[in-house]
């Protein structure tokens, strides 16, 4: 459906008379609804159509005033659109989901951030096969330009990939140390919908490549409020950041990443290297063991030092000791010899 603009001229005859005072309030009042559908609009001017101009058919001057009269009063009749007040809002919308194979803390913590962001929106999670080119179609269907992507490997790694949908930057993060808000149980409160506030440090401003994961994270996520911690909490080790949206050029790469493949690795190299030290401790003992032990030659000055001790007399005992008196078993002969005698009374009042 098309609407005459504004500012459009009537060609009219050279046998044509003057407009009748009925058709002069039927075109003003097309004009009004005109000027409430720009409005509707976004108050966009319509530029007006310049006639064609015909060299036979001469316009005369009254009726060019007359023209000019109507564009007055359109213009006079027309709504300015809405003013910007200057203030920026965050219009951003963020897609938040993952990948197949993630754990119940990763989902949990998929709940936080969505509860966190009312600017949000989830989907489905994403085949592991797929590639990652495929989130920026996902994007775009679920009318989305920021893109929050928890990626998880072998069921015990994971990864996180901040997004600027479709054309970049991004980044990619390991994500560690895990505290969703049902463990925190912080004393802080919010209001459910309403928005983080991000607290940098000042390492943010003075690197460039920090300097550009501080706009990405103020795009995604940032918006005025006071500043009460209530979770989660958790550590995201920077990987690398790439120019385009999950791909592209390599903008920066953390020189001291070390990958959780490669951790793993270490820390058994280093247990094996413990127990090879304590099995091999053992052979040497074992071995020394083995050995015929070596017998020194005498030292004759390792005596020079040594005195006699003196002597003590013997003594010959030519009397037989007393024997020694076994106490307990004095008492057990007395303790049965009165037993008895109580077992002879009882007999004879007995009879």
């Known amino acids: 459906m098309t609407t005459e603009p504004a500012h459009a001229t009537i060609e009219i005859g050279k046998g044509s008379e003057r407009l009748s005072r009925k058709e002069g309030r039927e075109r003003r009042r097309q004009g009004k609804m005109a000027a409430i559908k720009r409005k509707r609009r976004g108050g966009l001017a319509v530029q007006a159509k310049k006639p064609k101009r015909n060299e036979k058919d001469a316009t005369p001057t009254a009726k060019r005033r007359d023209m000019a009269e109507e564009a007055e009063e359109e213009d006079r009749d027309r709504i300015p659109g809405p003013v910007c007040k200057g203030k920026w809002k965050n219009k951003e919308r963020i897609l938040i989901f993952s990948s197949r194979g993630i754990n119940f803390r990763t989902r ?6 969505r ?13 592991r096969k797929d590639k990652l080119f495929v989130i920026n179609e996902v994007c775009e269907m679920k009318n989305c330009n920021k893109c929050i992507y928890f990626e998880a490997k072998k069921k015990q790694d994971l990864y ?12 990619k993060f390991l994500v560690q140390n895990i505290h969703t808000l049902a463990e925190l149980k912080m004393t802080g409160n919010c209001l459910r919908g309403s928005r983080p506030l991000l607290s940098f440090d000042p390492a943010f401003d003075e690197l460039p490549h920090y300097a ?8 995604i996520i940032e918006e005025d409020a006071a500043l009460v911690e209530i979770g989660p909490r958790f550590v995201l080790n920077l990987i690398k950041i790439f120019q385009g949206s999950f791909g592209g050029p390599t903008l920066y790469e953390n020189p001291h990443y070390q990958s959780p493949n490669m951790h793993r690795r270490i820390i058994r190299s280093i247990t094996a ?13 074992k071995l020394r063991k083995k050995e015929p032990k070596t017998i020194l030659p005498h030292d004759p000055t390792a005596d020079v030092f040594v005195t006699p001790a003196e ?10 000791p007393e024997p020694k008196v076994d106490l307990k078993a004095r008492k057990k002969r007395i ?7 109580k ?9």
């Open 343 to 351: 077992q002879k009374m009882n007999s004879g009042n007995t009879k």
């Open 311 to 320: 002597e003590k007399p013997v003594e010959i005992q030519w009397v037989k």
């Open 108 to 113: 949990h913590l998929m709940q936080d951030l």
């Open 335 to 341: 303790y049965k010899r009165q037993r008895k005698m």
């Open 273 to 285: 290297a413990k127990y090879k030290e304590k099995q091999q401790v053992k052979d040497v003992q």
């Open 160 to 171: 996180m990939w901040l997004s600027n949908s479709p054309h970049g930057p991004s980044a």
């Open 212 to 219: 550009l994961l501080k706009e990405l994270l103020i795009q």
């Open 115 to 127: 509860m966190l962001m009312p600017h949000s929106k989830a989907d489905t999670k994403m085949d």
